[in-house]
């Protein structure tokens, strides 16, 4: 890319400076600035400031990974605001960007905002193919509606505007808060507590479901190649493969490897599982990218939990 | 609260549905009961201050949400963008302002076209949100969807009253009679007024079978009020004639014809398209709240309406 200009929203977030990480480390191009934005710069909630960042920054493309998130109990309670916050965010950020001439935004969606009632594995298509699992309705169907923006935005005025949907991330900078945060970053910090406590370690459930993890880092740069090539207006899933599925058992013991706790595990099978299987088809990524290669489960894992022990103070918890 | 006094404001109030509720209002108005009719030229309300300033200035306790940016087909596919993003605009500005300004009750109104486009029929309320919309007006069809995911997190997060109405085929005076833009019952009447004026042939396109649930403006209106008064669910309500009393578009071009008295020559064009033989939409939940409810005949609503187009011909939207 000549001369540009690539504005990241919610820059300083998990994948924000996985993004930076990598810019960094090797994937960064002469001739391209990197602008990593975060609330401090500006409300994407409102028009005016949006405006202003756009119009301070001069953005030529703009990965878009800003939102109002929150674990499943942030979502029971206001759906009303994040529905409200994230349409508002994403009105603005695709606005804005079409009236200074950016032509190229990936945004940012995510699995849980696929239909509830579905067959595996899930794929691009499937998005809008039925109603969203009832506990964060508000956050998946304002981000379904940037598919539907993006299909206007390009359709009607020939930007190229897309989005992208990672299975679970994990990496450096993630929120480790085991109340708010995802499995792996609670699985995480909970090994750590009971390493200090010198306990054994209590897994919920049989440890038999299984899940997709990517490494932010990996993530990272898949979302550059999308950004630099990928022309499509659907959406496109970044996921390791089904047969790179963990099981959170085997996800334990990575973590329990990488923290070297030693104590034990238990596995409480009176609390649920959840759902075995929930498989992301990553087809598409693999007829793109068939010789990408994913950071291997143990390595990224290791990487997280030495940043994890090295950055307690600090991290997000 | 139940005998206080009601302000209701109705956005989008000169509209076709708008003048049917008018009607009834002005036939049979209600002591506790004011309305406010609004239009475009009230307020901008795809402008937050602007919604503001004209729900501060009529303190509504309750509003009937009508107004959007609609178009017939060409219309939508052009600018599905913009069809998207102004109507989202304008119900989240509306929804958001009655909610702060303490409107207990808002019902809003959605359309039968927002609904998959792969579907099973019936089609009743529960089916709204099973798949993509027609391609053709994506962007119509969601930003009306997202009202009722609306209606559903303000009534949690605020014990607010908002619901919504899905008429089928409404038609009725203060339609939209232009031919490009208008919907098929206005269509049809527009064009045999003119093959009346010309002494031409009046013809139908397709062969006449295809079936549809058409709603009189004015019965909509009584249902309409009826929902503001009694109607408690989140989820929406289906506000339509039963299957067994959709028409065929012969029946309804007949009954158009006898409209307007006109005696002059009917064709089908076999070659045109028929579109969809039905979609029919259940009625099962409004006829289990109003099992009594008479809808005025099908053949003297089409008659009042032409009688109306022809006496307001040189001032209807054409």
Not at chain 1, 99 to 109: A, F, I, P, R, Y
Not at chain 1, 253 to 280: C, H, L, P, R, W
Request: glycine letters at 8%; proline letters at 4%; aromatic letters at 12%.
């Amino acid at each position: 890319m000549e001369n540009s200009v690539v504005l990241v929203t919610g820059g300083s977030g998990l994948v924000g400076k996985a993004i930076k990480y990598v810019v960094e480390n090797g994937s960064g191009c002469k001739n391209e600035k990197w602008v990593f934005a975060s609330s401090k710069d500006g409300d994407l909630t409102d028009r005016a400031s949006t405006e202003a960042m756009f119009l301070k920054y001069k953005p030529t493309h703009v990965i878009h990974l800003a939102a109002k998130v929150g674990g499943l109990f942030g979502n029971l309670s206001a759906n009303l605001e994040f529905l409200r916050k994230n349409l508002e965010i994403n009105d603005n950020v695709l606005f804005m960007a079409h009236k200074t001439g950016v032509q190229h935004v990936v945004s940012c969606l995510s699995t849980c905002i696929f239909p509830d009632k579905t067959s595996y594995p899930i794929n691009e298509t499937m998005v809008h193919n039925g109603p969203p699992h009832d506990s964060n309705y508000g956050y998946s169907y304002a981000k379904r509606m940037i598919d539907i923006l993006n299909r206007g935005y390009n359709r009607e005025h020939g930007r190229n505007y897309t989005s992208i949907i990672p299975t679970n991330v994990f990496g450096p900078d993630d929120n480790f808060n085991v109340q708010e945060g995802h499995v792996l970053p609670g699985l995480i910090h909970k090994i750590y507590k009971a390493k200090e406590e010198g306990k054994p370690f209590t897994v919920w459930g049989t440890g038999k479901p299984r899940r997709q993890f990517i490494y932010s880092r990996d993530l990272a740069r898949l979302i550059i190649w999308v950004l630099r090539e990928y022309k499509e207006t659907e959406p496109i899933i970044l996921s390791v493969g089904e047969e790179d599925e963990v099981s959170i058992k085997e996800a334990a013991e990575q973590v329990a490897i990488a923290m070297e706790f030693k104590n034990g595990f238990i596995f409480d099978t009176e609390k649920s599982d959840g759902q075995y299987k929930k498989t992301a088809d990553n087809a598409k990524l693999r007829k793109y990218l068939p010789d990408f290669k994913f950071t291997p489960f143990p390595i990224a894992l290791k990487e997280t939990c030495d940043w994890f022990v090295e950055n307690y103070e600090t991290a997000r918890k | 609260m139940m005998a206080s006094h009601k302000r209701i404001l109705v956005t989008g109030g000169t509209g076709l549905v708008g003048q049917g509720i008018r009607a009834v209002v002005e036939q049979d108005p209600r002591a506790d009961e004011e309305f406010v009719f609004l239009s475009s030229k009230d307020a901008d309300l795809t402008d937050r201050a602007s919604t503001k300033a004209v729900f501060e200035k009529h303190q509504p306790t309750h509003v009937i949400h009508l107004a959007a940016k609609v178009g017939g087909l060409y219309g939508n596919m052009k600018a599905n963008l913009q069809f998207f993003r102004i109507n989202t605009a304008i119900n989240d500005n509306v929804l958001s302002i009655a909610q702060e300004t303490g409107v207990r009750k808002v019902v809003s109104c959605l359309s039968t076209c927002i609904f998959p486009d792969k579907t099973t029929y019936p089609i009743d309320e529960s089916m709204i949100h099973n798949g993509p919309p027609h391609d053709s007006n994506y962007g119509y069809s969601y930003a009306k969807r997202m009202i009722d995911v609306m209606n559903k997190g303000f009534n949690q997060q605020h014990g607010t009253e908002f619901t919504a109405v899905v008429p089928t085929n409404v038609f009725g005076p203060h339609d939209n009679f232009n031919l490009e833009e208008g919907h098929v019952m206005p269509g049809l009447i527009h064009k045999v007024y003119k093959c009346k004026e010309n002494k031409t042939p009046f013809i139908v396109w397709g062969t006449g079978s295809a079936r549809r649930q058409f709603i009189y403006s004015k019965d909509l209106g009584r249902l309409f009020l009826w929902v503001l008064r009694e109607y408690k669910e989140t989820e929406p309500i289906i506000l339509s004639v039963s299957e067994e009393d959709e028409i065929s578009i012969k029946e309804a071009a007949e009954f158009v014809a006898k409209g307007f008295d006109f005696d002059g020559e009917f064709q089908y064009d076999r070659t045109r398209s028929d579109g969809q033989f039905k979609k029919t939409a259940s009625n099962a939940k409004l006829r289990k709240y109003l099992p009594d409810f008479q809808f005025t005949p099908m053949e003297q609503a089409i008659r009042e309406t032409c009688e109306w187009f022809t006496a307001n011909y040189s001032t209807a939207r054409i």
